[in-house]
């Protein structure tokens, strides 16, 4: 090589040597950006084919139930599963039915608002059918040992893994590579009666609060169309919240199941990990599993009532779903702690990390109040080390240093506009990231500061050193609720009400308020309470105690928000799901909303 180079540079002078290198380098960036953008083509080419053949499948489906009276259809409409569960068992109505005018709804009203991903309606149907003469074949006293998801449509977020059908993760990608066969917690679903028939959008790479892709689209909220429907289960959230599915599956390791429910007015509930089979999500990246054993994900229901939840709980709570995930003990659900009547609750208004809004605040205080009135016992309380938490997370989910995780993932695909801006600033070298927090430190921008600092890759050393932090943290969280003999912990569900399409990762950090529950594996619900007052559609650094570019984005989020739904959170120490769902049950009794989105 050696030789070589002396030859070139004994014919060469040093100027045209430097020439030559640098056509070399030119020609290289000039090759390697046309391969980049020819393969972003064809990734977005597929994407655009994947959404044309569902459009032509779906075409194919639409049959309007027109033989199902008005008076019936608006009585499916109207009833939560619970109550579905009991008018099939009174022969009121039948699954196909119930599939038929959520499926009606779905792929009109719902596709319309780009909600949904694919469709298995034709299998649903034939499944349909089947539980119906099952249950016709079935003693009426005899029919509640079949469960009460039996015969019940469920919508499954896009990620999980089910037969013949792409688990794309919004991701061009993955598209045309149908599941070989349906994952365990399909399975373990479908053991118990129920029917999936839709698969629903989420954001690409699973990564954002904006539900966005090239695949099916960007979804639009029920209650303002402006408005984002969260992520990254964001397409159950919108279909739960407009009438397009009785019930839906979606996954939380961040929030993922809670920031759609409370966007979309709806409730939202993630177990402890391990209560009941965990496997059968797909990952996203190369680095996902190890992330999310630390970070802890599950899978769990999103519905329009806590007994909807509850029903959800009770039926994939079994002994025989050891044999999904072993690894796991069987707790049984313990209807006594769930029959609990008086709580001893601290509760969060908001946190200096991230000030809640006007309407969130609000949100936890009338909460609150009404506990109080109820005889329950109330006291405010502060979550220890949030802030430490917050960091720390952020730094475990970009560990690997230039968001490596996310390009392997998208595999070429061009970021959506939301994502491009989170990459280009993870990718910025880290001297320059040291040299900017200085600046911002002066400015008195301390938690840009901070967030800048841990958004960054690290060495295996200093990552096991901020992992012992962490666990150190996830066991403060629980001592705090022992120390203070706490049932629960009542939070705001998100700092700020559904914001408008294209923040979704510029306010990612927003959703900090769910990650103690996945930091120390706490069950963790969320459920609607009130919506966004007039006056309560701003927000200043009075509201967020920093006056910096979060601040003001925000403020611009949340502009115009008034209507909106707005959600409180439940959290609970680990393995104790029945109380954490039997505060939500209290909570939604004495709060009593029951309202539906204008776009229903």
């Known amino acids: 090589m050696q030789s070589i180079w002396s030859s070139i540079t004994t014919h060469l002078d040093p ?45 194919t489906q639409f049959t309007p139930p027109s033989e199902i009276s008005e008076e019936k259809r608006s009585l499916i409409l109207s009833s939560s599963v619970t109550q579905l569960s009991q008018l099939l068992n009174d022969d009121k109505i039948t699954s196909e039915e119930i599939l038929r005018v959520y499926h009606s709804r779905a792929i009109t009203f719902g596709l319309s608002l780009e909600l949904i991903a694919e469709s298995n309606y034709d299998e649903a149907l034939e499944t349909a059918k089947k539980c119906d003469e099952i249950r016709k074949k079935t003693p009426r006293d005899e029919r509640h040992k079949l469960g009460g998801l039996f015969g019940i449509p469920i919508s499954i977020k896009d990620s999980f893994i089910q037969k013949g059908l792409d688990s794309t993760c919004g991701q061009a990608s993955l598209c045309f590579k149908p599941n070989q066969e349906d994952g365990e917690i399909l399975d373990l679903i479908k053991s118990r009666g129920a029917i999936p028939f839709i698969r629903s959008n989420a954001p690409q790479t699973l990564a954002l609060l904006d539900c966005v892709n090239y695949i099916w689209g960007r979804g639009l909220n029920p209650w303002n169309k402006t408005r984002a429907i969260g992520g990254s289960s964001g397409g159950e959230g919108g279909l739960i919240s407009s009438r397009c599915s009785p019930i839906g599956l979606g996954s939380d390791a961040l929030g993922s199941i809670r920031i759609p429910a409370s966007f979309c007015g709806i409730v939202g509930y993630k177990p402890t990990t391990g209560r009941y089979c965990m496997k059968g999500h797909s990952i996203t990246g190369p680095y996902a599993k190890s992330k999310f054993s630390i970070i802890m994900s599950n899978n769990g229901p999103l519905t329009r009532c806590v007994d909807d939840s509850v029903l959800f709980m009770k039926e ?55 506990l109080r009135k109820a005889g329950h016992t109330v006291a405010e309380v502060k979550l220890p080390n949030f802030e430490k938490m917050v960091l720390l997370m952020v730094m475990i989910m970009g560990s690997e240093g230039g968001s490596k995780g996310t390009m392997k993932a998208l595999s070429g695909e061009e970021p959506v506009k939301e994502l491009k801006g989170h990459l280009a ?176």
């Open 15 to 59: 100027k045209k040597t430097l020439f030559v290198i640098f056509v070399i380098i030119l020609a290289n960036k000039v090759h390697t950006k046309i391969r980049t953008n020819i393969i972003a083509s064809r990734l977005y080419k597929k994407a655009q084919e994947k959404r044309k053949q569902r459009d032509a499948l779906i075409a």
């Open 316 to 370: 994939l709570i079994r002994e025989e779903g050891r044999s999904y995930d072993p690894a796991h003990p069987f707790i049984p659900w313990n209807e006594e702690k769930y029959q609990q009547k008086k709580f001893n609750i601290g509760y969060v208004i908001s946190e200096d990390f991230f000030g809640a809004s006007k309407s969130s605040r609000r949100a936890v205080e009338e909460t609150i109040e009404a």
């Open 425 to 600: 600033l993870r990718g910025i070298p880290d001297f320059i990231k040291k040299i900017v927090r200085v600046f911002l430190k002066k400015a008195g921008m301390t938690r840009l500061a901070s967030l800048l600092e841990h958004v960054k890759g690290v060495t295996v050393e200093e990552y096991h050193a901020k992992i012992g932090e962490y666990f150190d943290i996830r066991n403060e969280l629980h001592s705090f609720f022992v120390d203070n003999k706490l049932d629960a912990i009542i939070t705001p569900a998100m700092p700020l009400p559904a914001f408008k399409h294209g923040f979704g990762m510029e306010l990612g950090i927003a959703s900090c308020y769910n990650w103690p529950a996945n930091c120390a594996n706490l069950p963790a619900g969320v459920l609607p309470v009130t919506k966004v007052k007039e006056g309560e559609d701003v927000y200043t650094d009075k509201d967020s105690k920093h006056n910096d570019k979060l601040t003001k984005q925000c403020n611009q989020a949340i502009e115009g928000s008034v209507g909106l739904p707005v959600n409180v959170q439940v959290m609970s120490l680990p393995w104790e799901d029945e109380k954490c769902l039997a505060v939500m049950k209290t909570i939604e009794g004495l709060v009593q909303f029951n309202e539906l989105p204008p776009l229903y």
